[in-house]
């Protein structure tokens, strides 16, 4: 057994004594995953739609060449 293994299962365990003695620490715990779940969503979501995001650049630019183009052939057929 590797020494992460032995750790996870040693934490694991404590927790489930923890919540086996005293009542609260269930909802507490619950209490803390919801914590940690809205925590990762809201930095997922400044990661990916923050305007300094290079991810955001990069849509903002495909976006605006597409409409660039879209113009182009409108301004095209427009001519003839």
Partial sequence: ?????????T????????VAVDPNVYPWLVL???RLTVE??????MVRYHP?????????ERNSKQIAKELMKEYEN???
Avoid: C, K
Wanted: aromatic share 16%.
């Fill in 11 to 18: 934490l694991g365990a404590v927790l489930v004594y923890a």
């Fill in 40 to 45: 990762l969503t809201r930095r997922w979501y």
């Fill in 32 to 34: 803390q995953s919801r």
């Fill in 1 to 9: 057994m590797t020494l992460a293994t032995l750790t996870w299962l």
């Fill in 52 to 60: 300094d995001s290079p991810w955001v650049r990069y849509e903002i």
């Fill in 78 to 80: 427009n001519d003839r």
